[in-house]
């Protein structure tokens, strides 16, 4: 368990956190492979409390049976006869679990380090449900496109020991995956691919090659990966005989956005939900913009500190008022 810390502002209280950065060997192994895995993110209570919060809205989850919606070619390594289920809207559920994971003093660390300081949600949540035949996911994701063009939205970078990613993703595992079963798997070292992914590779058809490079991590309940989504990744058929849960999130830096969820009004949740939101993760749901333009901005701390807002000039956004007649440019 990681220790815990005590810091000591001029005029501010004491903080206490148990919150860690992201360690030397972390950021190793997530710039060789893509991805890190953070064993033991989160108790063994807090898994029970977001599997019950999907056992009482699981009727929700709407299937992927039709056509349009598989994620796998049949004949692929990574197709089965059953399909996944999505259930998302868990922002606007009365529970507080999921919403405590966008600044969980453990995971914030990760996000701060993989996006940085201000790191905002990009996507709604998911949780992923599959019973044990259902499908998996083709590979997707990567650097460049099917015909190798670049991807601006999908990139990773290091720069002077700073990771940088355009789109990172958290699967949050609320069951054991082990060794075989299934689920989440990913092409490590693809996040600084050259050349695209052949189309039999990416299909799963080149059964050798799904089999030997598309590698699926042995996970347990209340572990938490963070990939890059320009690693090349997706999910083999599920083998296990309980049902396969997973809660996915999304997060970008503070001036990137893939996702258009930040659109909706306070991303579709309502007021009374609202209110339940701490200080940091309403820092969370802000939408893109640069971090010296009066940004709320989490940090490492998440939950167990409180976010700063980085001010513009008073002067500078009384010059804006008067060329634009809006408050910032």
């Known amino acids: ?29 997530f710039d060789l492979n893509g991805y890190v895995v953070v064993r033991g993110a989160l108790s063994v209570d807090e898994v029970l409390e977001l599997n019950a919060a999907v056992d009482e ?18 004949d ?21 679990g999921f919403r405590k ?37 083709a590979l997707h ?17 290091c720069v002077n020991g700073q990771p940088w990613n355009s789109l990172v993703a958290m699967a949050v595992h609320l069951v054991d995956a082990p060794s075989g079963a299934g689920g989440f798997c990913v092409v490590r070292g693809s996040h600084k691919l050259n050349f695209p992914v052949p189309e039999d590779f990416a ?24 990939f890059s989504e320009a690693t090349v990744h997706g999910a083999k058929p599920w083998r296990m005989p309980y049902e396969r849960r997973l809660a ?31 200080p940091a993760q309403r820092a969370v749901l802000e939408p893109p913009y640069a971090p010296r333009l009066d940004r709320l901005i989490t940090n490492a701390h998440g939950d167990d500190g409180l976010p700063k807002t980085k001010e513009r000039h008073p002067d500078k956004k009384k010059h804006d008022k008067a060329v634009f007649k809006t408050d910032f440019f």
Not at 77 to 96: I, V
């Open 248 to 278: 996915l999130y999304r997060f970008a830096p503070p001036i990137f956005a893939y996702g258009r969820g930040y659109l909706e009004d306070n991303w579709g949740i309502p007021d009374a939900v609202l209110d339940k939101l701490t």
């Open 203 to 226: 299909s799963g058809k080149h059964r050798d090659f799904a089999e030997e490079f598309a590698v699926q991590p042995a996970t347990k309940a209340g572990d938490v990966l963070f």
């Open 101 to 137: 994971l966008l600044a969980h003093p453990r995971l914030a660390p990760y996000l701060c380090a993989l996006c940085g300081e201000g790191y905002r949600l990009d996507h709604q949540p998911l949780c992923l449900l599959q019973s044990e035949g259902s499908e998996g996911f």
């Open 141 to 157: 994701g990567g650097p460049l496109s099917e015909k190798g063009g670049f991807t601006p939205e999908l990139q990773y970078r």
């Open 57 to 74: 809205r699981a009727a929700e989850a709407v299937s992927r049976e039709s056509g349009s919606l598989r994620n796998a070619e049949s």
């Open 1 to 29: 368990a990681a220790k815990k810390t005590t810091t000591k502002k001029r005029g501010a209280p004491l903080l206490r956190t148990t919150a860690r950065m992201m360690t030397s060997e972390e950021k190793f192994l």
């Open 76 to 96: 692929g390594a990574f197709g089965e006869a059953g399909a996944r289920r999505d259930l998302g809207g868990m922002l606007r559920w009365e529970t507080d």
